[in-house]
């Protein structure tokens, strides 16, 4: 690779006059026919001569990080895995340019491919990993479109040669204002004038590069760049370093008083990274942990905070380029540690990141809290990175984390992670095939690759806090989990015997006066959304035996006058569930072991309770409404303490509350 600013771009002839007239239909045709060339050009050459391992440069950073890429005979190969055949359309592979940001100029690549359904490219301005323009041969057509978090929109298209596998094919792109132009013609024909022309949504200076959309046959197989030229009469500019997820941790109680607080960022690009925390909304007299060199994908770093009770916490992450020396500062996230009053607590799961219409849930959680909600725990199915439908492109780790990070780099999420500690558990179809149920087919790296991403307190899946008097545990129904289809009884488990053994023990020996327990899985029933049979993936149908055991052991808590909750995810509804005591003693003749359901955010699919599950309140039961929970906990000493349950309504312009919220005293009794 070599920068210049020798006059002229590597090109196979100027604009025909077609092109010419395309760019005129579009009012921008003088501004086309200006060259971007000349003495003052700023240019950047990939000629891939040295054989490269392990990439294709330095500057070449590919946003799905774990794909064979290498150059090898003065090319550099990206390798394409095969895909999953639940795939959601159009997923795009970019491989950006780093410090080499313009607007305006031109790209020139030459690229071969041995699948001709395989869409290579070139793309342009991007200011981020999913937020970019590019176009792309697909076939016969180049298509324009503006790339973002969840999906692609098409600006225009045009015919162009086919793709022949094998040959070697040139593609040249030009953004000039809110346009980008394209012509593809292949190697030995004359160049022709612009194929493709499309409005694309930012005008800003971005990397350009090199992108790739997934193969619509779904196999094996490889994109090859002989060649990359970028040319601008722009300064070109470093790329700023990015950081879409910044995750504050929940804070967990230490033996002498004070609380550990973790914080996790996400960047995009390599970095040095550089946690800042405050007692101070200003950020002034900071603390500053080392430096922490983030060379290797995915470019995550953690850091644990000791604070006291009682008190606030602002924080940052200051992050460097190691090739530029350019340095970028994330918004500043707040954390409100723990102190005995009223307790608002969060709960979310089942969110789509394409597919189902968009809506406001996240937003509507934090305008539907009478106060900063102490903590969040999202209880799994980020973005549905393995499904029957929508899926990431192959269910490999590197494809995981794009769609970890597309989900929770939604604004929303990102603005309501900034106010409100958040935890989280996996559910099924984070965990690698597209609907696990139990320990023996979680995918190998799937827990690796989480605890690489979370900031919970613990790496097991399972963990607790405490506010106040108010003791939570979140649970995870999956990693450990015996097969649903083997023998039930004492010896068939879901949570698995050391989280069932930590489970009891905590609750156990914890003077807290209210339990919450959130769980990624229901206790009650469900239904198969497509065909309407029982699902036996809930406690109650799969492991009635450890249901069983979890209510009677949540049950003799409430005997002993100490409320527990159930917070739970998976199943699309809104809707309460009253468990009554299986052992039947008398004194708990009139309890309940209440479960909320509150799930999902942005499903696809709804999961009602079996015909005649009489533990559902049909009063308190909706379907087709995406939303999320909230809880509502009154302070100690109030005159009538009281614990509300709320379902969120997610869409925007509709009542807050999606039913009358549940109010019940705090005491069981």
């Known amino acids: 690779m070599r920068r210049t600013t020798r006059a002229g771009f590597v090109a196979a002839g100027t604009a025909a006059a077609a092109g010419v007239a395309l760019a005129s239909r579009h009012g921008v045709g003088p501004a086309l026919r200006a060259s971007v060339g000349g003495p003052s050009a700023n240019r950047v050459v990939s000629e891939f001569a040295a054989p490269v391992r392990g990439g294709w440069g330095e500057q070449w950073q590919p946003v799905i990080y774990g794909r064979t890429m290498n150059v090898e005979n003065g090319a550099a190969q990206l390798v394409v895995p095969r895909g999953n055949a639940r795939t959601a359309r159009a997923q795009p592979m970019p491989v950006m340019l780093l410090d080499s940001c313009f607007a305006d100029g031109e790209q020139l690549a030459a690229i ?25 041969l697909e076939h016969d057509r180049l298509v324009v479109a503006n790339y973002f978090r969840s999906g692609r929109r098409i600006a225009g298209d045009g015919a162009a040669a086919a793709v022949v596998p094998g040959s070697t094919i040139f593609i040249r792109a030009r953004t000039v204002g809110d346009m980008l132009y394209a012509r593809a013609w292949p190697e030995g024909d004359r160049e022709p004038g612009w194929q493709a022309a499309g409005r694309i949504s930012t005008r800003r200076p971005g990397m350009p590069g090199v992108l790739v959309v997934h193969p619509t046959s779904l196999r094996r197989c490889m994109v090859v760049v002989h060649s990359h030229e970028a040319v601008s009469g722009e ?74 009770a009682g008190g606030s916490l602002h ?92 989900f929770l780099a939604d604004p929303q999420f990102v603005e309501l992670r900034r106010q409100v500690p958040t935890g989280f558990t996996l559910d099924d179809h984070d965990y690698g095939p597209p609907n696990n149920a139990d320990r023996t087919t979680v995918a190998p790296w799937a827990v690796t690759l989480w605890n690489r991403l979370h900031a919970d307190p613990s790496p097991r899946g399972y963990f607790d806090f405490r506010i106040g008097d108010v003791h939570c545990l979140a649970i995870d129904g999956r990693r450990y989990c015996d097969p649903v289809n083997a023998e039930d009884g004492p010896r068939k488990t879901k949570l698995g ?61 409430q005997l002993h006058g100490r409320r527990v909750i159930v917070l739970s995810g998976d199943a ?22 209440i479960e909320f359901i509150c799930s999902g955010l942005r499903p696809r699919l709804w999961s009602g309770a079996e015909v005649d599950d009489r533990t559902v309140d049909r009063s308190r039961y909706v379907l087709g409404v995406p939303g999320a929970g909230l809880v509502e906990i009154a302070a100690p000493g109030a005159a009538r303490r009281t614990v509300t349950l709320r379902a969120i309504d997610g869409r925007a312009g509709r009542p807050l509350d999606a039913w009358q919220p549940l109010v019940l005293p705090f005491s069981p009794r």
């Open 572 to 593: 699309h509804s809104l809707r309460i569930n009253n468990h009554p005591d299986p052992l039947r003693r008398h004194g708990a003749r009139d309890m309940r072991i």
């Open 112 to 136: 071969s491919v041995d699948d001709p359904t395989l869409r290579p490219g070139l793309l342009a301005r991007a200011s981020s990993p999913f937020r970019y323009a590019g176009v792309t």
């Open 497 to 557: 015997w050391a989280q069932r053994a930590w489970l009891e023990r905590t609750i156990e020996e914890s003077d807290g006066r209210l339990f919450v327990v959130y769980s990624a899985d229901i206790f009650g029933t469900r239904r198969d959304p497509r065909s309407g049979s029982v699902l036996r993936d809930c406690f109650v149908t799969g492991w009635p035996d450890e249901y069983r055991w979890a209510m009677a052991l949540f049950m003799s808590v």
């Open 315 to 406: 924080w940052r992450a200051r992050l460097t380029s190691p090739s530029s020396g350019v340095e970028s500062v994330t918004p500043v996230h707040h954390v409100r540690t723990p102190a005995p009053g009223p307790v608002t607590l969060l709960a979310a799961s089942c969110g789509k990141i394409a597919g189902p219409r968009p809506n406001a849930a996240f937003r509507r959680l934090l305008e539907s809290a009478r106060r900063s909600p102490e903590a969040l725990v999202y209880q799994g199915d980020l973005g549905y990175a393995n499904n029957r439908w929508g899926a990431a492109y192959t269910p490999l780790p590197d494809y995981f984390y794009d769609r970890f990070m597309r």
């Open 235 to 308: 300064r070109l500019l470093p790329t700023m370093p990015s950081c879409p997820v910044l995750i504050s941790g929940i804070p967990a109680r230490r033996t002498d008083g004070d609380l550990d607080i973790r914080l996790r960022a996400w960047s995009s690009w390599p970095c040095e990274l550089v946690f800042e925390w405050s007692a101070h909304p200003d950020m002034r007299d900071p603390r500053r942990s080392p430096p922490i060199g983030l060379a290797d994908a995915p470019f995550t770093a953690l850091h644990t905070v000791v604070a006291a």
